[in-house]
C-alpha cells in the first residue's frame, strides 16, 4: 500500500482514545507525544491555553469547571434526556440546554464565556488524534475511520 493510501483508525473512546494504521501488512498502534498508546479523552480550557489529553486530564484539580471528558454521554442526546440529566449531576463541568433541547458545554476560555456543542468537543479530540497520527507517520492523514460504542443508537452515530 502506497503511503498516500493509508487510513488511519481513530478509537475516541470515553476515557481514552486511541489512533491507529494498517501498514506494512500489519497494525500499528500510534504512541501519542508522551509515548503512552492510549490518549485520555479529555479537552480542558484555560486562560491561556486549550489542553488536549493527558495535559488536559491533569487540570481538574484546579481546573475542574473548564475540563470536559465523558463527552460520548452528550452526543446526540436532548438535554431533557433523563440519562443524561443524572450524568450532569456528577460532572464539574456545566452544561446547560441550548436550541432545541441540544446539550451545550459551558466553558471560560482565554477570559470569556464560550458554549460548545458535544460535537465540537469531539472535534478538538479528533484534531488532536490527527495530529498524532500526521507526526508519526510523516505525512498528512486525509482519510480515517472513526469508531463509535456499539450502545450508540441512532441519532448518536448521525451525530458523530
Not at 478538538?124 to 482519510?143: H, N, W
Request: proline share 5%.
Amino acid at each position: 500500500m502506497a503511503s498516500a493510501d493509508l487510513v488511519v483508525g481513530i478509537d475516541l473512546g470515553t476515557t481514552c482514545s486511541r489512533d491507529g494504521v494498517w501498514r506494512n501488512e500489519d497494525v500499528e498502534i500510534i504512541p501519542n507525544g508522551d509515548g503512552a498508546y492510549s490518549t485520555p479523552s479529555y479537552v480542558a480550557f484555560t486562560d491561556t491555553a486549550l489542553l488536549t489529553g493527558n495535559a488536559a486530564k491533569r487540570q481538574p484539580t484546579r481546573n475542574a469547571e473548564n475540563t470536559v471528558f465523558n463527552i460520548h454521554q452528550l452526543i446526540g442526546r436532548k438535554f431533557s434526556d433523563p440519562a443524561l440529566q443524572l450524568s450532569i449531576r456528577y460532572w464539574p463541568f456545566k452544561v446547560e440546554c441550548g436550541p432545541k433541547d441540544t446539550a451545550q458545554v459551558v466553558v471560560q476560555y482565554k477570559g470569556e464565556t464560550k458554549r460548545f456543542q458535544p460535537i465540537e468537543i469531539v472535534a478538538i479530540l479528533l484534531c488532536e488524534m490527527r495530529k498524532m497520527a500526521e507526526i508519526y507517520l510523516d505525512q498528512e492523514v486525509t482519510k480515517a475511520v472513526l469508531t463509535v460504542p456499539g450502545s450508540f443508537n441512532y441519532f448518536q452515530r448521525q451525530a458523530m
